[in-house]
């Protein structure tokens, strides 16, 4: 395999004739619209993704080494942060090489999902060895999967990870043994550590309110912030400084979870996996 194609040879020859010929017209039928196509959405994939993605694009001067820009998402059957992301690479020159996974389940129409991938691999500056692969995300933890043998075998590292959760990174149990997203990111993190120097980029998007957050896991969360707080009582005050936390959600100088506002259940969240990111990075060998 050519050193230089981190993804191998692509399949696009295989699927010519595949789609349906008239292209737009199973996209301008289109009724079934999804959380993913809300205006917010889209704010977040142009103004923040699109945004750090070109500066780091710049930063790496992937023009000036002839690299393409190599993405890893859960782009739905839209493709919709892929779409957000190609004017960068145009404006800078340089190919945009994506690797998807998508379970299949979000859009029921293989035709329509295989139309709207078409389109998009017809777009200037789309990596002709760009695909969208069918297995779920969990699956990156299971050494047997196709998500695994595409991504973790076949891949050398990647630019960009973009892990846009429908649902919560905190939704099991933690610590429980079957494939889950937990492991899924940790499998992806350490393969990004073994085969990486240079700088890169993770996204990571999950719900976070009560109902979608397992409880003991959230106990595990908390209990971590406590025992970081009771060695450093300055933390305390610099959560409450910053807002993350009101003084009232406090009990004698712990966080008392049953206290939480809706908001503060979601900051306590993202510092919970915060911590659990940079502690999955700092003591994988080799440390990031």
Partial sequence: MNQNDVFGNGDSSFEEGVAPNPVQDALSHRTKFLPWHKPRKQWIRKMQWADSIALLVDTLKLKDLHEPLRYLSLPGPDLLDIRSIQPICVDRQIEL???????????????????????????????????????????????????????????????????????????????????????????????????????????????????????????????????????????????????LLSADEFDDNLIAIERLSPQSHSNVLSMGLGHWILDALIKTAPAW
């Fill in 97 to 243: 090489q994506f690797i998807g996974l998508n379970a299949g389940v979000d859009d029921s129409d293989s035709a329509l999902s295989l139309a709207l991938l078409s389109q998009v691999r017809a777009l200037p500056y789309i990596h002709k060895a760009s695909e969208v692969v069918t297995d779920k995300f969990e699956h990156l933890a299971q050494q047997k999967s196709i998500a695994y043998a595409k991504i973790i075998t076949l891949q050398r590292s990647f630019d960009v990870v973009n892990i846009d959760l429908c649902g919560s990174f905190a939704e099991n149990l933690s610590g429980a043994t079957e494939p889950n997203i937990p492991t899924a990111i940790f499998s992806l993190l350490k393969h990004q550590l073994q085969h990486r120097a240079k700088d890169w980029l993770f996204f990571i998007t999950t719900r976070s309110d009560r109902s979608a957050v397992n409880s003991k896991t959230m106990e595990s969360f908390v209990k971590w912030l406590n025992e970081q707080i009771a060695n450093n009582l300055a933390l305390k005050d610099t959560i409450i400084e910053k807002k």
